[in-house]
């Protein structure tokens, strides 16, 4: 399902009231809505709209379980970082019990620097997984909601075009590298992605535009972009006019 809103004040509105339904349709048919949060910087103004009235007092926020698509290994406080954009914007500002906030932890030190005392980002990678899978044993490793953003190369979560991570058909999360950055990153993978209950893609701005057309229009094209990979069984694009002007 494709909705297209006139601007991104719109887009965040929409977006916020869609993530606010399906949580409490979830808590009210499940007893627990489990949400990966996005990074980046779209979904930022959702998630601020979450955290205030009137959708905040409709959310029953201790029976929602956060996780992350993906998290830069950056120290918490680094602006780079996922869980900091999230904790600011809806977390610190909700009634949300901190036992089911599950950030991604990796060593915070750039490849170049590593501190060989931490362990390292596959270890992490791994930890994350085994989490994963113990949270989510119960929904047979289904995750209710997962919020996913675009790069302008196709990317989602930190999969990139092109990746290794691509490829994994058993392991729900991945340590990968950006092009030409110097530090690590750790994301959920195709397998755990596409067996999500709903995945919505929330996607602002005419420089997307032109990637959303291959993703939607052309199955993501010859490169395999990341994003067109998500096939979970229900899959809703909300995306502003200039993301979606040249659809
Ligand atoms: C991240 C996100 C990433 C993001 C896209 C779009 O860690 O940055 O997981 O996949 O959704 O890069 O980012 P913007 O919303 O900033 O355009």
């Given at each position: 399902m494709i909705e297209v809103f006139d601007d991104a004040e719109s887009l965040a509105v929409a977006a916020a009231n869609y993530v606010a339904s399906a949580v409490i349709g979830d808590v009210n048919a499940r007893g627990r809505c489990t949400i990966a949060l996005s990074g980046g910087s779209t979904p930022q103004r959702t998630y601020e709209l979450l955290a205030r009235k009137p959708l905040c007092g409709t959310v029953?926020?201790?029976?929602v379980h956060v996780f992350w698509g993906d998290e830069r290994c950056?120290?918490?406080?680094?602006?780079?970082s996922n869980e900091r954009m999230a904790r600011r914007a809806l977390l610190d500002h909700v009634?949300?019990?901190?036992?089911n906030v599950h950030p991604i932890r990796?060593?915070?030190?750039s490849r170049l620097a590593r501190d060989p005392r931490q362990p390292d980002t596959s270890s992490a990678a791994l930890s994350y997984d085994a989490l994963l899978r113990r949270e989510l044993a119960e929904s047979n490793g289904q995750l209710d909601l997962v919020l996913l953003g675009i790069g302008d190369?196709?990317?989602t979560a930190a999969l990139f075009?092109?990746?290794?991570?691509?490829?994994?058909?058993?392991?729900?999360t991945a340590q990968v590298q950006k092009p030409g950055e110097d530090i690590d990153r750790i994301t959920m993978t195709l397998p755990l992605l596409n067996r999500a209950r709903r995945v919505v893609f929330i996607v602002s701005g005419a420089s997307k535009a032109s990637t959303l057309r291959v993703i939607i229009n052309d199955g993501g094209g010859v490169d395999r972009?990341?994003?067109?990979?998500?096939?979970?069984s229900n899959v809703v694009w909300l995306i502003d006019k200039d993301a979606a002007s040249m659809l």
């Open positions: 029953s926020w201790p029976h950056v120290g918490v406080d680094d602006g780079r009634p949300i019990d901190e036992r990796c060593p915070q030190s190369d196709g990317h075009p092109h990746s290794p991570a691509l490829d994994e058909t058993t392991r729900w972009l990341p994003a067109a990979l998500v096939s979970a």
